[in-house]
Structure formats: C-alpha cells, structure tokens
C-alpha cells in the first residue's frame, strides 16, 4: 500500500501516464505454474472499453493492446516478474495545452503539484482514469489465482445519478451528459466462494485491505460492507442475525457483499471557474479532450481487479498462517 | 497494512491479548528529539476509559498504566523504537470458561480458528476491542508529531441508534442497554491544519489509507469522505463547487472530513443461539462477562489515533516527494 | 531490513537500549500452533551469557530472565504476535558518565550522533552488543520452526586473534585481554538439512539474507560462502566440482557453510585518544565499565539466531513458490 | 530485499529474463525534480557491455537500447514510476535446446527447478547475468541522485585468478580463457562523499545493506568491509586507529571501502559431466552459446549501481530521522 505498489506477496506496482509512451505493470510473486496468456490480460482490457457501460464514456478510443515482456514460459508462470505493457497509441497532447497551469476542479491537479512540484499537465498525467488498466491487467493475472480457487467476483452499477432502477438510471446519465454535466454512481460488488480464514488480523483485515484498494480508484468516496452504514442504526439482536462474510475482519466462508460510492466524474462540458495558478487568478475554464461524465460504467473491471489483487495475495498469505500445512488452504 | 505492522515510516507492531499478560506496541521511525513522557500516552489512554462516552461501556475498570521501555533519553525520542507496554490487571477468564467451543454470533470465534487451527477464546483474546488500546498508545506519540504541524484531529459521535441529535441518541443508547440490546453509531472525524501534498498515489492515497486503517477497527462497517455515498447522486457541476480535503488521493490544504460506520456491539446480554464448534450443534447462549453495548462511546480515540497514524506516516514520506529540500513540507 | 524489523513474513522488531528499562522483540508472522514455552527462550539467551566462550567476555551478568507476554495459549503460538521482554536489571548508568560527550574509537558514539543528533551515551545505548539478546529471545522461536523441517545450525569459533587452532588462540585472547587490549576473530556457521528451493531471486537470495543478517550484527566486518574469497583465484573447471549449498541465491539441499569475519572489541582498558564533541577537541580517554574484549566468543549464539531467522522467513516464502501446494515444502 | 524488489523509499522492481522479450526495471519513489534522460541510462548499459573488461567476456553483442516509458516529464520525473525497458534482440534459443533438462554445474539450474518446479532454461533465464542490465538502469537513475550530494562512486577489478598486479592478471585470465576454463576475480569499490549518518539500524545498517546488495549479484561468495577478514586478525589497540567509513552500522563521513568475491564463472567451453533431470543420470555436457568466462570484467558498473540503489535509499530514509529539518542531510 506504498505509493505505486500494491500486496505484500502477490506485489503488483504499476506505471503510465495518460500521455506518456505507455502504461503497465510489474506483478512479483505469481506463483510458478499458472496457465496464462496474452488473450486472458486482453479480455480484461476490453472490459473497460470506452462504451461498455452503455452511458456516458469517453470517446477516446485505443486498442489497448497488452504484451507480456517476462515471466512466462510455454503458456505458464515461471514464478517470476510478470512484465506486462499497453502502449498509447490515440492520445491527443494538444487537447491539454490549455491546462497547463489550470487546477480543474475537482481534479487533482492543485493536489499533486502541491506534493511533487511538477506534474505531466496532459490528460490528468497519472491521476488520469487511464491508470486504471494497469489494474485491469494486473487483476486478469490474479483473477485466475482466485478463480482456482473457486472463487467468483461479481461488480455490477447498482445506482446511478441517485436513481437505483438501473435501466432508469441509466437514460438519466444519458440526460446529464447530453446538457454538458456528469452523474456519480454506486457499484456494488458480490463475492463467492471464498473459504474461511482470509484475512490478517489486525491492520490487514480482510475488509481494511478491501476499503483501501477501493479507496485507492479515482472518484471513490465511500464504502461499505454488508449493510454497512444501516448497520449503525440497527439494534445487535438484529444485527447478529446477518450472515456476515467477514467477522474480526477474516473471512467467514458466507458471501462478502460491499458497495463503493462515485463522485460524478469532475470534467464536464460546461463552462467553469479555475484557478490558473502561474497567474494566481480564477479564470474561465473550457474542458476540452474526451472525457467520461460517468465513471461506475467504466469502473466494474476495476473493481472487480482490485478485489482480485486482495484475494489473491490473502490466499497467499494464508498458506504461512499455520504450522501445519494440511490447514493450509 | 500486513497483519500486525501499520505503516511504512512511522511503523508500528501492537501485541496483545485481552486476557493475556499485557499489550503494546513498538513504534520503528519515530524521528528522533520529539519530546515524550509517559504521561502524553496516559492522557489518551485515559480517553478510551469505560464511561468516557457515558452509555453502554464495559464495567471492566482498569488502571491501563503505560510504561515506556526503550526509545526514549532524557525526556526525548532517540530515533530508536519506542516500546510501550500495559498490563492486564483486571482481566476474569473464569467469565469465559463456557465459550471455549462457542461461536458468538456476530463475533469473530468461527474465522480466527478458521483462519489458525486455535483461539485465545477468553474475552475474544486478540480479536477483543482491548486490542485498541495498543493503537491510542502508539496513536499518543503520532499525535505529538502531527501537532508540531500544526495539524488537529477531532472525532466526535455523530449519530448513535439511529438518532443524530447526540442527546436524544444517548438516551436511545441507554434504553436499549437496559433491555440487554445492543446499539451501533457514526463516528465523525475532522482534521484541520493538513498541509496540501499528503498521501501516496496511485496506492496510498491519503483516503485509500484512512479506509484502510478505519476499517481495521473492529465493528466498522464503512467510511465515507466528504458528501461520500450522497455524492453519488450529485451532478459535477454540482459537486465540483463543493472544497474537498482530499483530491486525487492527495491532501489539498481544506479541512478532511470523515463518517466512520459502527456496527451494533456483537456481544448482548439477551439470550441467543450459537454454533457450538466441539459438538457442531445449536446451543444457547447467555454471554457473561463485563462488554460494551455501544461502542463508538469507546472509539473516538481510537479514530483519532489511526488517523495520527496516517498523518504521521505520510507527513515523513512527503519528505522524500521532491529532490529539492526547499518543497520539503 | 529496515531499521529495527527484520523479515517479510516471519517478522521480528527489536526494541531497547543498553541501560534503559529493559529489551526485547516481537514476532508478527509466527505460524499458529507451534509448541513454544518461555523455558525455550530462556536456554537460548543462557549460550549468550557471558563466560560461556571461556574468553574475554563482559563480567556484567544479569540475570535476562525472558517473559512472553503475548501470542501464546496452552503451550502453543495463537498465530498473533509473540512479544518477548527481557528487563535490564545490572546496568550502571554511572560508569559511563565520562563519554557522554566523546567518540570512543572505533565506536558507533559519532556516527550516531550525526544520525539522529540525540543518543544514549550509557553503554552504547542501542548500538550496545546488549541488543543481540533481542536476535537471540527471536531466533529461539525461529529455532524451532526450522527444527521442524528438520534442519540443523551450528556455529562455533573458528579463529581468533589470527590464530586457527582453538585452543592455543583463547590462549592467546586471554593473553590479549590480559593487556588490556582484545582480539578479532572469525566464527564459522554450517547449516544441514535444508530443502532445495529456499531464497527469493533476484534481491532476497539466501546468500543475500545471511549477508545483511550477519552483517547487522555489530562488529562484523566480512562474510565468505563456502570457499568465498578463495572460489576468486580458482578455475571454472576446479570450482564446478564442489558441491555448493547455495546455486543462483537458492538452496540446492547440501549443506550451507559459511564464515563470519569480527573486528577486534572497540572498547579496551588501554588509554586512547579520542574526540570530544562538545569541546570539539582530542582528548585522553580510558574506558570503564564491563565490556567484552573478544566479540566472538558470545556472538555464536547470535550468528545462530540470525541464521534461523532468515530459514524461518523463506521456509514460510517457498509456500508460496508455486501455485500447487503439493510443491510446497 | 524480497524477492524482485529492493528499497523501501526509492524501491526498484526489476523484471524479464535471458531470451524472453524484454528486460527492465520500475522504480518507484524516485523523487520528482531530477534531471533525467534516456542517454543517462545508456552510457550505463554501455558500460556493462561485452568486451569492457578486455577479457573473457561473452560474443553476444546487443544493442541494449533503453526506454523510459514513464515517470519522465520535460527532461525531469514526475515523482511517478519510472519505467525502463530494454528488448532483447540477439537472443539464440536454440543454443540451448541441449539445456532443457540438463542441470549445469555450478548454475542455478537444479535449485531453480526445485523451487518454482518450471524454469526458462534458455541462457539461464532469470538466472542469466543478463539480469543485471536492470540494476544497471536503474543504479543510473540512483547515481545521479547520489551524484546530487555530492558522493562519489569508484568500483575496479583488484585481483583475478589470484593475481593482483591487473596487467598481469588480465594476461592470465586470457590463457585461462584460451583453454576453455574460466577464472574469478575480485572487484573492488571506493565510495567517497558520503554524509555521516546514512544506515538505518539495528537490521538495516549500511553494510548489511550493502552486503544483501552484493550478495544479490550473480556469482558473489563473498564480502568484506575496509581489512575484513584481515581484521580478525588484528588487536583493538591497532585496529581502533584505522578510520572507518562505517561504524555501527551508519556513515561516518570516511571513505567506505569494501572488496566483493566472484567465483570463476561456470559456464565454461571444456567439456563436463552433469545431471539430467528428466532421466536422472550424469550425462556428458558440452556448453555452448555464448558466455563470460570472468564474471568481474562486467560486473565494475552492476557493483556500481548497487552501491548507488543502497545509497539513494538511505539519503532518503536519512530525511526521516529527525523531527528537525534542520538536521535533515
């Protein structure tokens, strides 16, 4: 949970900018003699293809075309590095050239010129939504751990512009995007099969790790996990009643359920106010560029890789718990 | 965030179980000349008393008496790990003869054997909320560092039972004590005074870090940060008007503010059913014992103390963003 | 290998000073079940007592009674953190009043200093030979978990004061001690019975873990792997042809040998000249207090313990190694 | 120092193997504000290339031509990852079609196999010392944050096939060569500059840094810090007046010197007998494909860039130190 590095045995640290030459990521320890191949990290990817969601996308269109550079041999992990690299190929510098000193708001531009005293102005640089693949790519690895395992992570919209019933949501994200605004969403996130056991008492609790990968995605502002916020209105007699998928923050063998809270994507057509910070003045901001107004529709493959990511490297750890392997998962 | 490790920096290992000997910590990177004495931990410890929050605390009174044992010199920190210890006075391990093979329900006795082969089942051994004791003693000396940044941190409870005028809240709190219930509550917590430039993209995010270390607390079910969940219904051009303390995962200089979900208290007074594990059988169950029925009334240090945490670790990260001394926060 | 933690998932921090309350460690990442008792500690910090190398050791003798504080129930490990503490009960603060403000030769007292600009001057403070006992109360625990693979460690003195046979070169370290000077020496290691399969390429190698753990320990100066400094004037065709514990920084299951070079004991009787800090001026120095003169003869307990700690952390990585567990050691 | 990852603040992760694609490296933690180009990383690559040392050094020429990927921004970093990959081009697999099952002498082959049950055994794989390109690109990136405080880096070759005049030394390694033998050698390196107070103890101390650093890189059996193993042979009364370029683990300010032992190299033209796993018998070996018969001749920039890895991290890790910035190196 250090910068760009995510997991203490499954390890994955990621890179790219959004204009830079290319994003990817490094996963370092990947067991030795999982079948996997090029075609299992690009069915990922077109998951969080512009317009899979339906509403509100970006209309920057890439192929998004990943290569393994290591780790494999023969159609199996070797148990090392697992190199993996997306070129861009569709992006438009120019779009940006405007916000070169312009905090958007909303946006993390003030933010992360304040930390590093620079910042790749072009698309967001690395606070861009693009980063996002290198997630995607890593979590398609770790998704074939844990579906090994039998396990099965479903993330789906469950609310969108505050509207639950989603075919209704979704024409009123249609709406806003049409009159220059943006719409923020709930995804909602199921997992099945995941044995008893998982999760490191006490700063690695299952669910911690879970609220930190999904805080760690762009424009996420909450979480929950099972009834979550309703649960603090509830009485314990009530409460205890509730199958529960994580207890003490290990697993319990039930389904874990969570949902996670999206800000409606901060670049929007319409006209705005910005501080230019080299003129130290509110100026009158355009946001041109392709942007999505919608983030949750393009944010499911997201979710579901990072909650991958979690699993898996838990699964991993959970083979040390114990001094005798037979209780070794 | 592994098991019992917070932190990269400002590092810190707790130990301890509820019935066992003692608890602590040791704290790895305090930078050294900070001024300490024992009595900064007392004074937060004594905020975790029972009978701070005024309803529904554990009867269990204990003197919770710290004692530094290295890493300090003359009053000030040396730069070596700071070890705090606090000893179990007052622990009754009789109370829990009848619940070595029991699984309380809404408890965590099924996942840790799960998850070990083998449980510490007195007063919920390390899964008890005593545990978070060793996190206001590591928290004291985190809060010294944050403060000589001028930063403060102030949690408060901000809705109990379902009630968010506080003192009508309490009253609900006590009634359902009485009648051997159980209540949960919203913990909210603003920090003020944050310098712009905190927190660690695209994985460490400020936010991602305060999830993480929120949800490691035991009986949180979720965290929300600014208009979290009820931003999801919001329009950009909306929501992009409203300060946010924390964008693209970095501090921006405005206030953090956030709502921390507590689950009613597992353990009630009222009879219930419960696995038991030896005999694999429904059995009943009365839990006997000295518990807290409401535990936010507990836990308003412990979020202050996670949060010092987080500050703390990323405060001395930040010093390592930029080559350049001169940005150095 | 940061400051005070060693480790990646059998963890140890060590905490204490020289003359402060007391010392210890705790252990995060012991696997649940592992029959552990405080006697098991006991014997190993009773082989680091002084006299037991026969030579030149420190005539400060405490008692270092260990306590186990946590992690323990019924006998066996919880899966949960070990803490050890051990109390300083002999110290004499006041034999070190003299250096509060000068630089012992060949002592940590500048480097320190410059460090962290604050140090506990009374008997080197942490940087004190006292620390080992941390290594020592650990490496028990890790002790037995690499008996349980089956594999022996041993150490033993192997030269001193440039001397290859034993007896003749205590001889001649008394003779040394006797003049108010000390001795250097080499403490050899040989490791029997580890598994092929055992160390992390490419950073965390087997030979690249015993290196920085031997290395950690103060007074060492140089590590050697079987022939070591000799392999560099042999041939290909010559070296080929001895059997190697360690190939590519992985075991290979022959035994691992290895060589520990120790610098003579810095603190001796003779006058010396030294560096006052405060006045910034050289100034006539003798040393009082109890010291060893011949560092080797106590630190074969501590190589011991370092050995263990570093099989103990890889026994529990290689169940990692692949994604089949029947691979698994 | 786990497995493919090193560093805790400027962290390198490096990836790829002999004849994959590619091979590189991710550095996060690489502070923003540096002045950084494509050609700093070349003129490195070109320092480890064939025919550098003068002797012994294998045929295979490629282009090594470097890509940043990321983390670069208008000649500086960004404070994001940077990426660097370097493709493979003159790879010949099938020079190693007689390997497959083969476990050559004094290589890696058998424990490899052992530990991930699976290898690349084309040029060694991962285990190549093609591997050490990565640590060259990114110690180029370390060297000029090393080079930004002013420290000096300085590694040569000091001895080969036991002979220390180099000239002579060379000569031999030639004739060895010519016989199809291989010959080892030591590499030596001066580091002057350094500030007092880098090295984080007890477990992360600057030679036990240095020593894992070493350790790490193919074919080292050893290492010794200033006289080292002559040392041990030395009284304190003598030794205690040598100045020292670490003390307890942390910089003095003094020159740091240390002498690092390769073994002859094991690939060598004479014919061998060696160990079929597939069949399980000893079969007669002819290695072909091309290979470094003296190891040190390529090794001088990898030590190099080792020794500025260790370094750039602790100057970072120094900052944290103290409360004080001022104090902050």
Request: charged share 25%; aromatic share 6%; hydrophobic share 40%.
């Given at each position: 949970m250090s910068g760009n590095v995510f997991g203490e045995l499954f390890k994955v640290v990621t890179f790219g900018e959004s204009h830079g030459p290319g994003l990817g990521c490094v996963i370092d320890g990947c067991p030795a003699g999982l079948e996997l191949?090029?075609?299992?990290?690009?069915?990922?990817?077109?998951?969080?293809?512009?317009?899979?969601?339906?509403?509100?996308?970006?209309?920057?269109?890439?192929?998004?075309?990943?290569?393994?550079?290591?780790?494999?041999?023969?159609?199996?992990?070797?148990?090392?590095?697992?190199?993996?690299?997306?070129?861009?190929?569709?992006?438009?510098?120019?779009?940006?050239?405007?916000?070169?000193?312009?905090?958007?708001?909303?946006?993390?531009?003030?933010?992360?010129?304040?930390?590093?005293?620079?910042?790749?102005?072009?698309?967001?640089?690395?606070?861009?939504?693009?980063?996002?693949?290198?997630?995607?790519?890593?979590?398609?690895?770790?998704?074939?751990?844990?579906?090994?395992?039998?396990?099965?992570?479903?993330?789906?919209?469950?609310?969108?512009a505050g509207i639950d019933d989603i075919d209704e949501a979704l024409k009123a994200v249609e709406a806003i995007h049409?009159?220059?605004?943006?719409?923020?969403?709930?995804?909602?996130?199921?997992?099945?099969?995941?044995?008893?056991?998982?999760?490191?008492?006490?700063?690695?609790?299952?669910?911690?790790?879970?609220?930190?990968?999904?805080?760690?995605?762009?424009?996420?502002?909450?979480?929950?996990?099972?009834?979550?916020?309703?649960?603090?209105a509830k009485r314990g007699s009530e409460n205890n009643k509730i199958p529960d998928g994580i207890l003490g923050g290990i697993s319990t063998g039930q389904d874990i359920e969570f949902k996670v809270a999206f800000k409606p994507a901060p670049s929007i057509a319409k006209p705005q106010k910005a501080l230019n910070m080299e003129k130290n003045e509110i100026v009158d901001l355009v946001i041109k560029g392709r942007h999505d107004s919608f983030i949750p529709a393009r944010a499911v493959p997201v979710i579901e890789a990072m909650t991958a990511l979690v699993l898996a490297d838990l699964l991993l750890l959970q083979r040390s718990a114990s001094l005798s392997l037979s209780t070794v998962h």
């Open positions: 191949s090029v075609d299992d990290i690009r069915q990922e990817l077109l998951k969080r293809r512009p317009g899979q969601g339906g509403a509100g996308t970006t209309s920057r269109k890439e192929a998004d075309e990943p290569e393994i550079l290591s780790g494999l041999f023969e159609g199996k992990t070797l148990g090392t590095p697992i190199a993996i690299l997306v070129r861009n190929t569709n992006s438009n510098s120019a779009d940006y050239d405007n916000l070169r000193n312009v905090c958007r708001p909303g946006h993390a531009d003030f933010s992360w010129q304040a930390k590093y005293g620079i910042r790749d102005h072009r698309g967001g640089g690395r606070s861009s939504g693009r980063e996002t693949l290198c997630r995607v790519a890593a979590g398609a690895v770790a998704k074939k751990i844990v579906a090994s395992y039998g396990i099965e992570i479903k993330a789906w919209i469950s609310s969108a049409a009159e220059g605004d943006s719409a923020g969403g709930i995804v909602s996130c199921i997992v099945k099969g995941v044995p008893a056991g998982l999760g490191e008492p006490v700063f690695g609790k299952l669910d911690a790790r879970l609220a930190a990968a999904m805080l760690s995605v762009g424009a996420v502002k909450g979480i929950e996990f099972g009834s979550g916020f309703a649960a603090a």
